[in-house]
């Protein structure tokens, strides 16, 4: 198989021509190979590759397993391989290897999916960009001085480059949607606890985080979820292995109530400007879905945009503390030795200074929010929304500057980062972080599935993704929606051709 045609398929196209026998499975990974040897080096989305190991796996795939044999890649971030290298996009881990593979892998293997390396992912995923300084920034494949986005920009940026079909990402607080916005991708992340973290891990983020992919197509994310979804032993969320959201593809959703905003609540506390080229995306999605029969209605979700970010931004101060705990434990290095990025730790010291009382008061507004949007969705089926204020930042743009990292170190003085937080810092750490990507962190803290649909490019060239927020559980009416308007758009053949 020649690599241009390897690169017209989708996972199940593949999957398909390997159990009718058009193609074997060492060919499809020998093409796989060849397009990441041949332009990893211009996309820097692959940190490390496996090839040889992959070859092994592949060997010892059940046949008529769901993926029988694609190639696929997991991001450099919780998604273990037992025994190889996992470095969180930190040099601080860069010879840290996980002990067991997690849930996660076992299952991708048990699906037929061959891992062929890991991608790209800004330090510990902290980033909405993808620029570790351990490792070489990931280029957008539409535009090479564009940033794919984070913290699955390697990811994003391996699928619309064409080197895998689909790539493995998670999503802490838009880690999905925003790299698949950018990249001109389908990004969906599920509901809280749909797809299981163990054995490393229980929760992440207090539940914020939630592993899955960035895709070509809905069906290839629909039938990775029927795969790998389910609790597993140990799970503190309690959800059962369902079946049926590839077979909610096979009929179009009953007419939808859908309501629809530009995220003013939610930006305009921060000072979001969104660009005209989103405000099109989401007007054009409404018309879009209006002439689909469904019901659409302007109306902003009724929350408070500055609670939303501080509370986000509480928790992720807290938890950042914590796994600098943990990489202390896993290497025996101090904490004041560890080899991390200047804003990591600056961020990390406000979070030691963090009273236990406003971080137990944040996580309780994650859940008074999540009653308030609960109650939104019992008049509305869903939102439909921006995923981010503008089309993606040219690379460098958003990193902290020189001068910035210069104040942030004056963190390390006794007794600063109290009085930093108490000063406001923290109003504006969310103004500097979340301006540009407000809209993403709502549906991290209440749980809900949410998605990113590639509807619009400017005339620039560049993709710009629509967000739309289900209720609780409810991601077969997602992705019949998803697979609805993918059917009267066809995205996939706009994607990015590499010279």
């Known amino acids: 198989m020649e690599v241009d045609e390897y690169r017209r398929y989708d996972a199940l196209g593949l999957a398909e021509l390997i159990r009718t026998g058009e193609v074997s499975r060492e060919d499809v990974l020998g093409a796989a190979c060849s397009a990441i040897e041949a332009d990893n080096p211009r996309l820097a989305a692959v940190v490390r590759t496996r090839f040889e190991r992959a070859r092994a796996e592949a060997l010892r795939l059940v046949p008529d397993s769901p993926f029988a044999g694609v190639p696929t890649l997991t ?35 048990e699906a037929g999916l061959t891992i062929l390396g890991q991608t790209a992912t800004p330090e510990l995923g902290l980033m909405g960009i993808t620029e570790p300084r351990a490792f070489p920034h990931p280029v957008n494949p539409w535009n090479p001085v564009h940033s794919p986005g984070g913290s699955s920009g390697g990811a994003a940026a391996a699928v619309a480059g064409g080197l895998v079909p689909l790539a493995m990402a998670g999503d802490g607080g838009g880690s999905i949607r925003i790299p698949a916005s950018y990249c001109g991708l389908f990004g969906l992340k599920p509901s809280r606890g749909r797809v299981p973290l163990g054995p490393m891990h229980a929760e992440v983020w207090q539940g914020a985080v939630v592993e899955h992919a960035v895709t070509r197509s809905v069906r290839d994310s629909a039938a990775l979820l029927d795969a790998t979804n389910g609790m597993d032993e140990g799970s503190p969320w309690p959800l059962l292995r369902e079946q049926g959201f590839l077979a909610a593809l096979e009929r179009p959703p009953e007419p939808l109530r ?40 302007w109306a902003e979700p009724p929350v408070d945009g500055e609670r939303l970010a501080d509370s986000y931004l509480t928790l992720y101060l807290g938890h950042l503390t914590a796994d600098l705990a943990w990489i202390c434990q896993q290497t025996g290095v101090p904490v004041s030795r560890l080899d991390i990025e200047p804003s990591t730790r600056a961020i ?24 308030t949007m609960g109650a939104f969705h019992r008049r509305f089926d869903v939102l439909l929304m921006p995923v981010a204020a503008a089309p993606a930042p040219r690379l460098g743009e958003l990193y902290p500057t020189p001068v910035r990292e210069r104040l942030m170190s004056l963190l390390v003085l006794p007794g600063l980062p109290r ?48 967000q739309v927020i289900g209720a609780m559980g409810d991601e077969r009416r997602l992705l019949a929606l998803a697979a609805q308007v993918e059917a009267d758009t066809p995205w996939a053949q706009h994607l990015p051709r590499l010279g």
Request: with cysteine.
């Open 258 to 297: 859908i309501a629809v905003s530009l995220g003013d609540s939610l930006g305009a506390p921060l000072g979001t400007r969104l660009d005209p080229d989103v405000r099109k995306a989401v007007e054009q999605a409404a018309s879009q879905l209006e002439s689909l029969g469904h019901q659409v209605e």
């Open 75 to 109: 991001k450099d971030l919780l998604m273990a391989i037992g025994d190889e290298p996992l470095a969180f996009g930190s040099a601080s881990l860069a010879n840290w290897t996980a002990p067991v593979d997690s849930t996660l892998v076992t299952r991708l293997r």
């Open 419 to 466: 009085l930093a937080l108490k000063a406001g810092m923290l109003k504006h750490l969310a103004k500097d972080a979340l301006a540009r990507t407000p809209f993403t962190q709502l549906a991290n803290l209440t749980g809900q599935p949410a998605m990113s649909l590639p509807l619009h490019i400017t005339p620039d060239g560049l993709p710009v993704g629509v």
């Open 348 to 371: 990390a010291r406000l979070g030691s200074s963090l009273p236990v009382c406003d971080y137990e008061l944040a996580k309780r507004y994650w859940n008074e929010v999540a009653r």
